[in-house]
């Protein structure tokens, strides 16, 4: 294990020194020198509770003597803002028997306790831990892992990582919500016991006298009190031995004190036969238990309901692929298909994993991946998705990927992760869940003395006490903002869009600046050659400019080849069409944000931009006639680029491209504009080309030929005077600004890379999806501060009329059971969701 606790000596008895601090080894990545050793052990020692470091470049670790594991993210930190890395996993851990934010808050302290973990954000909802390690394999941290959760008083297992297993990690696991103590007969004999012991209190409402005898209330209420009720005393000793207290508690001390209240009555003598006996609460106890199961049954079932979306991406995956091997089909086990076998999906058929058409047309219904409703044209050579649906052709496919590699386990973890992962907004119901249930059991304890000393009704006083008790809800704040987010994020999946983590969901919402990256983004990003004019072909005869041009084109091309650049393709591709013999170039080397260079022949060679030309000292008379081709192609909005010999520092030639629009692409910019949000455009192109799409678009800004690395600066110059700016874009170059953004939101046409580091990922390639992901985050939002409202207006309002005796033990606890039922039932609106038509406005 790369992380562990190695306590050292203690110091020798009988002395004064101070006992020696343990100690804990921190992997690091990037260090290559004594100077590098140096920054990191000045890093560390700044850091507070560390007492001393050792780092050793030769094992590429850091030896930190420190007061607690409490330091260890502190630490890394450090290591990484000193321009190093300490290596983190994460492990997706499933808990069991929690029931309120209490328990979360328990088992996230206890996780952050375990030495090597630098972060545990706990879901109530899920039922799901998601811990950050600093270094070493998740495998050996698993023990300490599950033993801290054990010994907080709950039980964790791992949860596995593929697509099988994902309808059954969807909300409460499907053997538990099946199992008897857990399903609806739970509720069902709880409330059949119950129902004598409350009739009496029914009838008298009009005006009928019917009492049941005491022998009888105590058999109903016994085994509803100890058997259906057991759970609470289980939960709730296990939170006392822990030191501290849940929801359980609440309510096993509670109707363990009406239930105690109706023997001693009993006991007294005082429970005679006959209408004058004093009244007995053995139907609180019971009711209370009854409605509280009722209403965590209830809750089971909705909160089973906010996580469909994970279960039906999960569900598109088929358990069988038909395999072509030797020539022949055969069906087998998903589990048996490998990368490079060829895969046969006939007409109707879902397709089973990941990869490229070699053979047969087709149209794939890919709706439930990317929301997109129409079937897309499936050809030779082009990908499908596993999940999607086969149209009217039979297609045989080159398997690219399959189980956790494939885009719909991606999918399915990236919507797993955003809904596992807390918002920033949950940190307030984190303090109060801390201190919650201690400061109900003073408000129970002053209810109890107060009551019983003021009045000597000490009966009464037990009564209000334990309505105090059991109208507590801290499950209701447990489920506030987590049940908004599985639901959010789920409906957004619906739509194609994804959301990577919780904090970029309720950023989303406040974003009043997008910027945009033009290529790829608002624009086709598929762009074809539309002029190619060479130096030479300028001045000569028909059939002299078109050997020029073609000429021009091959040496273009050989400086293209192997380049998955949109521009390169475009040349590749022209140069295809005509048939052309492309020579080999050489010592090819990229030229971030201005081109291309490389040898042709001995001859050195450049391609770019004309920054580039003026870069290489490449002069052009401004009156010739490649010039003035140049200028009217750039006021047309086309993308021009140069071909330099570069010794002779001459202009051979020009290649001009062009780039459609998207559709919808200025429908998107007008929707943002109506629900007040600025646009920018951020572009490498020319200015002419920018300046030309952002006409078309109606966009408010537009900052051309902006290098890669700028972009982020760009976006923090956005950033400045509070507005809070989210960048759109898909590629390699777009990953700097996508992080350095508010919120990073990547188009899943372009590349992992971008799409790693944006917050939300665009299933389609529509621009129109950005103001959807911007009103879903705005209604997500809004869904969990009314929760947190209700959550706590039930606690404020509830909690003081009982304590004033205003509420009986039975109500208050219909009152608790109601508040979870609600809270997760307001959660379980935002599946009604969708995207707005696209000729309307954003829905707020």
Same mark, same amino acid.
């Given at each position: 294990?790369?992380?562990?606790?190695?306590?050292?000596?203690?110091?020798?008895?009988?002395?004064?020194?101070?006992?020696?601090?343990?100690?804990? &080894?921190?992997?690091?990545?990037?260090?290559?020198?004594?100077?590098?050793?140096?920054?990191?052990?000045?890093?560390?020692?700044?850091?507070?509770?560390?007492?001393?470091?050792?780092?050793?470049?030769?094992?590429?670790? %850091?030896?930190?003597?420190?007061?607690?594991?409490?330091?260890?993210?502190?630490?890394?930190?450090?290591?990484?803002?000193?321009?190093?890395?300490?290596?983190?996993?994460?492990?997706?851990?499933?808990?069991?028997?929690?029931?309120?934010?209490?328990?979360?808050?328990?088992?996230?302290?206890?996780?952050?306790?375990?030495?090597?973990?630098?972060?545990?954000?706990?879901?109530?909802?899920?039922?799901?831990?998601?811990?950050?390690?600093?270094?070493?394999?998740?495998?050996?941290?698993?023990?300490?892992?599950?033993?801290?959760?054990?010994?907080?008083?709950? %039980?964790?297992?791992?949860?596995?990582?593929?697509?099988?297993?994902?309808?059954?990690? !969807?909300?409460?696991?499907?053997?538990?919500?099946?199992?008897?103590?857990?399903?609806?007969?739970?509720?069902?004999?709880?409330?059949?016991? #119950?129902?004598?012991?409350?009739?009496?209190?029914?009838?008298?409402?009009?005006?009928?006298?019917?009492?049941?005898?005491?022998?009888?209330?105590?058999?109903?209420?016994?085994?509803?009190?100890?058997?259906?009720?057991?759970?609470?005393?289980?939960?709730?000793?296990?939170?006392?031995?822990?030191?501290?207290?849940?929801?359980?508690?609440?309510?096993?001390?509670?109707?363990?004190?009406?239930?105690?209240?109706?023997?001693?009555?009993?006991?007294?003598?005082?429970?005679?036969?006959?209408?004058?006996?004093?009244?007995?609460?053995?139907?609180?106890?019971?009711?209370?238990?009854?409605?509280?199961?009722?209403?965590?049954?209830?809750?089971?079932?909705?909160?089973?309901?906010?996580?469909? *979306?994970?279960?039906?991406?999960?569900?598109?995956?088929?358990?069988?692929?038909?395999?072509?091997?030797?020539?022949?089909?055969?069906?087998?086990?998903?589990?048996?298909?490998?990368?490079?076998?060829?895969?046969?999906?006939?007409?109707?058929?879902?397709?089973?994993?990941? $990869?490229?058409?070699?053979?047969?047309?087709?149209?794939?219904?890919?709706?439930?991946?990317?929301?997109?409703?129409?079937?897309?044209?499936?050809?030779?050579?082009?990908?499908?998705?596993?999940?999607?649906?086969?149209?009217?052709?039979?297609?045989?496919?080159?398997?690219?990927?399959?189980?956790?590699?494939?885009?719909?386990?991606?999918?399915?973890?990236?919507?797993?992760?955003?809904?596992?992962?807390?918002?920033?907004?949950?940190?307030?119901?984190?303090?109060?869940?801390?201190?919650?249930?201690?400061?109900?059991?003073?408000?129970?304890?002053?209810?109890?003395?107060?009551?019983?000393?003021?009045?000597?009704?000490?009966?009464?006083?037990?009564?209000?006490?334990?309505?105090?008790?059991?109208?507590?809800?801290?499950?209701?704040?447990?489920?506030?903002?987590?049940?908004?987010?599985?639901? $959010?994020?789920?409906?957004?999946?619906?739509?194609?869009?994804?959301?990577?983590?919780?904090?970029?969901?309720?950023?989303?919402?406040?974003?009043?600046?997008?910027?945009?990256?033009?290529?790829?983004?608002?624009?086709?990003?598929?762009?074809?050659?539309?002029?190619?004019?060479?130096?030479?072909?300028?001045?000569?005869?028909?059939?002299?400019?078109?050997?020029?041009?073609?000429?021009?084109?091959?040496?273009?091309?050989?400086?293209?080849?192997?380049?998955?650049?949109?521009?390169?393709?475009?040349?590749?591709?022209?140069?295809?069409?005509?048939?052309?013999?492309?020579?080999?170039?050489?010592?090819?080397?990229?030229?971030?944000?201005?081109?291309?260079?490389?040898?042709?022949?001995?001859?050195?060679?450049?391609?770019?931009?004309? +920054?580039?030309?003026?870069?290489?000292?490449?002069?052009?008379?401004?009156?010739?006639?490649?010039?003035?081709?140049?200028?009217?192609?750039?006021?047309?909005?086309?993308?021009? #680029?140069?071909?330099?010999?570069?010794?002779?520092?001459?202009?051979?030639?020009?290649? *001009?491209? $062009?780039?459609?629009?998207?559709?919808?692409?200025?429908?998107?910019?007008?929707?943002?504009? *109506?629900?007040?949000?600025?646009?920018?455009?951020?572009?490498?192109?020319?200015?002419?080309?920018? !300046?030309?799409?952002?006409?078309?678009?109606?966009?408010?800004?537009?900052?051309?030929?902006?290098?890669?690395?700028?972009?982020?600066?760009?976006?923090?110059?956005?950033?400045?005077?509070?507005?809070?700016?989210?960048?759109?874009?898909?590629?390699?170059?777009?990953?700097?600004?996508?992080?350095?953004?508010?919120?990073?939101?990547?188009?899943?046409?372009?590349?992992?890379?971008?799409?790693? !580091?944006?917050?939300?990922?665009?299933?389609?390639?529509?621009?129109?999806?950005?103001?959807?992901?911007?009103?879903?985050?705005? &209604?997500?939002?809004?869904?969990?501060?009314?929760?947190?409202?209700?959550?706590?207006?039930?606690?404020?309002? $509830?909690?003081?009329?009982?304590?004033?005796?205003?509420?009986?033990?039975?109500?208050?606890?219909?009152?608790?059971?109601?508040?979870?039922?609600?809270?997760?039932?307001?959660?379980?609106?935002? +599946?009604?969701?969708?995207?707005?038509?696209?000729?309307?406005?954003?829905?707020?």
């Amino acid at each position: 294990m790369s992380t562990s606790s190695i306590p050292l000596s203690p110091a020798p008895a009988g002395t004064n020194a101070t006992p020696a601090a343990p100690e804990w &080894r921190l992997p690091i990545e990037g260090m290559t020198c004594a100077s590098c050793v140096r920054r990191v052990e000045n890093a560390l020692a700044k850091v507070p509770g560390v007492r001393s470091v050792a780092v050793n470049l030769a094992t590429e670790e %850091a030896t930190v003597q420190a007061d607690s594991a409490a330091v260890l993210p502190a630490a890394a930190d450090a290591i990484a803002a000193a321009g190093y890395a300490v290596p983190r996993t994460e492990l997706e851990l499933s808990v069991r028997e929690m029931t309120c934010a209490s328990c979360v808050g328990r088992v996230e302290r206890a996780l952050r306790a375990v030495p090597g973990v630098v972060d545990a954000q706990v879901n109530l909802a899920t039922e799901r831990a998601l811990v950050t390690l600093v270094g070493g394999s998740a495998a050996d941290m698993l023990p300490a892992l599950t033993e801290a959760v054990s010994r907080a008083g709950y %039980a964790a297992e791992p949860v596995s990582d593929g697509v099988a297993d994902a309808a059954a990690a !969807a909300g409460a696991p499907p053997a538990r919500t099946a199992d008897f103590w857990s399903g609806p007969w739970s509720v069902a004999i709880p409330a059949a016991l #119950s129902l004598p012991l409350v009739a009496p209190m029914v009838l008298g409402w009009f005006g009928i006298a019917w009492n049941v005898p005491a022998l009888w209330q105590w058999l109903l209420a016994t085994p509803v009190q100890f058997v259906f009720g057991w759970r609470f005393y289980r939960a709730g000793w296990k939170a006392l031995r822990a030191g501290t207290g849940n929801m359980d508690l609440l309510v096993a001390l509670g109707t363990s004190a009406a239930y105690g209240l109706s023997l001693w009555l009993i006991w007294r003598g005082a429970a005679a036969h006959g209408e004058s006996h004093p009244h007995l609460y053995f139907e609180s106890a019971a009711v209370v238990i009854t409605l509280v199961r009722l209403g965590k049954w209830l809750e089971v079932r909705a909160k089973r309901q906010t996580a469909d *979306a994970i279960r039906a991406l999960a569900a598109l995956r088929p358990d069988t692929a038909r395999v072509r091997r030797d020539g022949v089909d055969t069906t087998v086990p998903l589990a048996q298909v490998r990368v490079g076998d060829e895969v046969v999906v006939l007409p109707g058929e879902r397709i089973p994993v990941d $990869g490229v058409v070699i053979d047969g047309d087709s149209h794939a219904d890919e709706s439930m991946l990317t929301g997109e409703s129409l079937p897309v044209p499936k050809h030779v050579d082009d990908r499908v998705t596993g999940g999607a649906i086969n149209g009217e052709g039979r297609l045989v496919l080159r398997t690219a990927a399959v189980g956790a590699e494939t885009v719909l386990a991606r999918i399915i973890r990236m919507v797993e992760h955003a809904q596992a992962a807390k918002a920033p907004i949950q940190r307030l119901v984190d303090r109060v869940s801390a201190v919650f249930v201690p400061v109900v059991l003073a408000i129970a304890l002053v209810t109890l003395l107060g009551w019983g000393l003021a009045l000597g009704d000490w009966q009464s006083a037990l009564l209000n006490a334990v309505a105090v008790l059991v109208i507590a809800c801290p499950c209701a704040l447990g489920l506030a903002t987590p049940t908004a987010i599985i639901a $959010g994020t789920g409906a957004g999946a619906r739509a194609g869009i994804l959301v990577k983590d919780a904090e970029a969901l309720e950023t989303a919402h406040r974003v009043n600046v997008v910027a945009f990256d033009k290529t790829g983004t608002l624009t086709v990003g598929q762009p074809e050659v539309v002029a190619l004019l060479s130096a030479e072909g300028m001045t000569g005869g028909g059939e002299r400019r078109d050997d020029a041009s073609s000429l021009l084109l091959a040496r273009l091309a050989a400086l293209q080849a192997g380049s998955e650049h949109p521009l390169a393709r475009a040349v590749l591709h022209a140069a295809e069409q005509r048939a052309l013999a492309v020579p080999v170039a050489s010592e090819l080397r990229a030229l971030p944000g201005r081109g291309i260079s490389g040898r042709i022949d001995g001859v050195a060679w450049a391609l770019g931009s004309e +920054r580039l030309r003026k870069e290489l000292g490449a002069s052009l008379d401004e009156s010739s006639a490649l010039q003035r081709e140049a200028e009217a192609l750039r006021r047309a909005g086309r993308t021009v #680029s140069w071909l330099i010999a570069v010794d002779t520092r001459r202009v051979e030639g020009l290649v *001009a491209f $062009g780039d459609a629009i998207k559709p919808g692409a200025r429908e998107a910019v007008a929707r943002l504009h *109506a629900a007040g949000v600025r646009t920018v455009m951020l572009s490498g192109d020319s200015h002419g080309a920018a !300046a030309q799409v952002a006409d078309a678009l109606g966009i408010d800004d537009v900052q051309a030929e902006v290098l890669p690395e700028d972009k982020a600066a760009r976006v923090a110059s956005l950033k400045r005077g509070g507005a809070v700016v989210a960048m759109v874009g898909d590629g390699v170059n777009d990953a700097p600004a996508l992080a350095a953004a508010d919120v990073g939101i990547a188009m899943s046409t372009g590349t992992d890379v971008a799409m790693h !580091a944006a917050g939300i990922t665009l299933m389609r390639g529509d621009p129109g999806l950005v103001a959807d992901a911007l009103a879903m985050s705005h &209604r997500t939002v809004r869904k969990i501060r009314q929760n947190l409202f209700w959550a706590f207006v039930y606690n404020v309002i $509830g909690i003081p009329l009982a304590a004033a005796g205003l509420l009986s033990p039975v109500v208050a606890g219909a009152a608790m059971a109601f508040s979870s039922v609600s809270v997760v039932g307001n959660a379980l609106l935002l +599946r009604r969701w969708r995207p707005a038509p696209r000729d309307g406005a954003v829905p707020r």
